[in-house]
């Protein structure tokens, strides 16, 4: 299996600013993904963290708002950027080593205030 | 697109058997998996099952899949408080090469009485 670690676990933001989360894994895998999860509801995948090249969003998502970076196959970043109280979810990083098993990070709590 | 559904909410008493259960809609779904979320916490992977399969059992964990209905079930026998929690179901379909996304329900809210 994969431990996924993530930071920062929490985060209390002002709007209109950064923030950047960092996903690691202590194994190369395949496929790294970021999902949102809104208060109360299940998971929304925002978008797939390819290695080497531009991340692939989902309907709703787009590279401005949320850029994202994987410089290597053990390593992604989300940022949320110009931040406003609807951007307050818990953001997972998620991470395949095959085509089975899916393992997530504990999650990065984040209140814009 | 694609949907999962599951009931919200499971209340049973400690050491009874919870049954959790889901509904997909991808008839091209290869893996199923039930997740665990405490309280604050990200996701734990419970167990999955490969769509080619009807049953899998794993300690006090026992996965049903009914692949003609499209319906997932999870039992947990001799239930316990640690086991409160959310439970969520996914399903990952066949949609060509390199496709690992994973499809969510909203969760089952399981609460254990004491």
């Known amino acids: 299996s994969a431990v996924i670690s993530q930071k920062p676990s929490r985060d209390i933001c002002q709007r209109g600013t950064s923030l950047t989360i960092q996903c690691q894994v202590d194994?190369?895998?395949?496929?790294m993904f970021w999902y949102r999860q809104q208060p109360g509801q299940s998971l929304t995948l925002i978008a797939t963290a390819n290695q080497g090249s531009e991340a692939t969003y989902e309907s709703g998502f787009v590279i401005d708002k949320f850029p994202i970076s994987r410089p290597n196959l053990t390593f992604s970043t989300l940022t949320v950027s110009n931040m406003s109280p609807e951007d307050s979810s818990i953001y997972l990083c998620s991470a395949h080593g095959g085509n089975t098993e899916a393992f997530f990070g504990q999650g990065t709590r984040l209140t814009v205030v | 697109g694609e949907d999962v559904e599951q009931s919200l909410f499971l209340s049973v008493r400690e050491g009874d058997s919870s049954v959790i259960n889901c509904t997909y809609t991808d008839s091209s779904s290869t893996y199923l998996y039930w997740y665990k979320q405490e309280p604050g916490a990200g996701l734990q992977l419970l167990t999955y099952?490969?769509?080619?399969?009807d049953m899998k059992q794993d300690q006090r964990l026992t996965v049903l899949l009914n692949k003609k209905d499209k319906h997932l079930s999870l039992r947990i026998a001799d239930t316990q408080t640690g086991d409160s929690a959310i439970y969520f179901c996914a399903e990952k379909g066949d949609s060509g090469a390199g496709s690992y996304q994973l499809t969510f329900g909203k969760g089952t809210k399981l609460s254990v009485i004491p």
């Open positions: 099952i490969f769509s080619n399969m």
């Open positions: 194994s190369q895998v395949t496929m």
